[in-house]
């Protein structure tokens, strides 16, 4: 007889309820406390439990702190902020191990099930194909009774009862071994799909139940009354990012910016009502200081060749990094200390190619950017944060700032014309990078990133494109002279702005000239200007110098004949034996280097 799928899995659901409703070994009932604080990192958070103490308890006692969610780190849990009461030792321990036990014998419930289902499984494949087999005997007695009987036909004899009862047999067999074969299909059927809820709880039962812990503290409480301590531990499987919302706003030339924070946690407990603080320092950093040991140097016969140190130079660079990183992250002395070295070592590499290399390629070469910024946030109210993938927005803090509006236009890249805003970080909080949803007059203008920004710092952002202003670059002239053994080339160019508003706007025209560090070969001169080129300290000193041109412009209302005009001209003065041309691919890549560094300020 056949034991019915469905009775198989009701019986083990019943062993498996049996075996979960088995009561929990006898001990100290553990108090749960409350989550009063939360400060989260980015990848991991410290819980804060608050657990008050029963006032007429006295003496040396201990109490269980408990469950502690699946993502406890149980090396960082520990006890602080007592009051009223001595901490004497903390130990974390696992939930109790029969919880596992009764798993196991699920599991292997669950196997013995998946194997009678494996063999009732080949069973009926088996007697499907015994059915076949008698169908196709049946088909062929068919081809030999048919031409029998026709052959009887012709020569006037047929027994018409023995033909019927035999063509009633062939019906009744075929039609029997037809419908046997559907039933065992439709049995396999339903034995798969049971198969298949087996192995995937044969699969959740393999990794085990997930862990919890429990904290055991022991405590010395002199006298009876009020007491509580503050239970801290790591949790996994957390982190934040931020996310700001920029809105410009050009009548009152200011902007609001909302500073909110993408949280999520699925530590495996819920945060209900909690005080937050957000960070982006390294909770587990060591507090080992770098040391600096002597540079060691040797000498030998032979002069090194000067260049092709940039690869060497960035590799050298980015393993100091690496290093200093790892000692912070060190576990042990030893550990810290080799990294330490290591650290020291890469430093070595690169100060011996700042003595060897020219100084015009040292200036090319990247030192690794700045360092991260170790923030911390307080969220002004409590939060609640339930324990699942889906991020949750909160604010962290807004602020209403001045601003200086102005345009950009780039001509020689682009005849768009692009609004951009001058403030500064007057939070009183440094701005960790980020993502940036940008607003103008109400409008959404579209997504930019800032950089990390100290308190107090300008910085600047763009509000998108301004199809009402255009900018257009016209080449009016060219002269190409030798004069003795140079050659001299001169070039002039006009700037059309039209301005389709009805008010005038502020326009940052930039334009360049060819530019080159050796001017004993190359010298570059800018000629007559319609317009004067900005006194901005910072042009001056970072982008003039590099052939940068800029022009600070009001642009009044008008375009064609009413157009704003800038004309300039600038000359080059080289050998007449040499040519210009465009830089190589190693110096075009230190370039694409020194570029994305300066962007990214």
Request: charge should be negative.
């Amino acid at each position: 007889m056949k034991t019915p799928i469905s009775a198989i899995l009701w019986t083990l659901s019943v062993s498996f309820l049996a075996a979960q409703d088995a009561s929990p070994p006898a001990g100290p009932a553990p108090v749960t406390g409350k989550i009063s604080e939360i400060t989260l990192y980015q990848g991991t958070a410290v819980v804060s439990r608050l657990v008050e103490i029963p006032a007429d308890k006295t003496g040396s006692f201990e109490i269980v702190i408990g469950p502690l969610p699946s993502a406890t780190d149980a090396s960082s849990v520990h006890a602080d902020q007592a009051k009223g009461v001595t901490v004497r030792s903390v130990a974390c321990r696992s939930r109790p191990p029969e919880e596992a036990a009764k798993l196991q014998g699920r599991a292997g419930e669950v196997t013995d099930a998946i194997d009678a289902l494996e063999v009732k499984t080949a069973i009926a494949k088996n007697e499907i194909a015994l059915r076949r087999i008698r169908q196709n005997y049946l088909k062929d007695l068919q081809n030999f009774v048919a031409p029998a009987a026709a052959q009887e036909m012709t020569h006037g004899v047929i027994q018409s009862k023995e033909i019927e009862a035999v063509t009633q047999m062939h019906f009744r067999e075929y039609e029997k071994a037809s419908q046997e074969i559907m039933k065992l299909d439709l049995e396999i059927q339903e034995d798969a799909k049971a198969l298949e809820l087996l192995e995937k709880e044969k699969a959740t039962l393999a990794a085990g139940p997930p862990v919890t812990y429990d904290a055991v503290v022991y405590l010395d409480k002199p006298a009876a009354g009020p007491a509580s301590i503050s239970l801290n531990y790591f949790v996994g499987d957390c982190g934040w990012s931020p996310v700001y919302n920029v809105r410009g706003d050009t009548a009152s030339k200011g902007v609001t910016v909302e500073f909110n924070a993408l949280i999520f946690q699925v530590s495996g407990e819920d945060w209900k009502d909690v005080k937050v603080a957000l960070s982006t320092a390294s909770p587990k950093t060591s507090a080992y200081n770098p040391r600096l040991s002597p540079l060691y140097v040797d000498v030998s016969t032979g002069g090194g060749a000067q260049g092709g140190n940039a690869d060497s130079y960035k590799s050298a660079v980015q393993e100091k990094n690496v290093a200093i990183k790892s000692q912070f992250l060190g576990k042990s002395t030893d550990e810290i200390a080799s990294q330490n070295f290591r650290a020291n070592d890469s430093a070595a590499s690169v100060q011996l190619i700042e003595l060897s290399e020219r100084l015009s390629e040292l200036r090319l070469m990247d030192q690794g950017g700045e360092e991260d910024l170790s923030i911390r946030y307080e969220l002004a109210t409590p939060i609640s944060v339930i324990s699942r993938r889906d991020a949750q927005m909160v604010p962290v803090l807004q602020h209403q700032a001045p601003a200086n509006f102005y345009h950009i236009a780039v001509p020689i890249l682009t005849n768009s014309v692009f609004r951009e805003a001058e403030l500064a970080n007057a939070t009183g909080r440094d701005l960790l990078g980020g993502q940036v949803n940008v607003f103008l007059d109400g409008e959404f203008k579209g997504r930019t990133e800032i950089p990390s920004i100290a308190r107090g710092r300008t910085f600047t952002l763009g509000f998108g494109v301004d199809g009402q202003v255009k900018a257009r670059r016209t080449l009016v002239d060219r002269r190409d002279d030798v004069q003795g053994g140079n050659r001299r080339v001169s070039v002039s160019s006009e700037i059309i702005i039209d301005n389709f508003k009805q008010e005038p706007v502020k326009i940052r025209l930039r334009e360049r000239m060819p530019y080159m560090e050796d001017t004993t070969n190359l010298r570059v001169s800018v000629g007559e200007m319609s317009q004067e080129l900005s006194t901005d300290a910072d042009y001056l000193r970072y982008e003039k110098p590099k052939g940068i041109l800029r022009w600070d412009l009001d642009a009044p209302p008008g375009s064609l004949d009413k157009s704003t005009s800038l004309k300039y001209t600038y000359s080059l003065e080289f050998d007449k034996s040499l040519t210009l041309r465009d830089i190589n691919k190693e110096q075009k890549q230190r370039a694409q280097q020194e570029f994305l560094k300066e962007y990214k300020k």
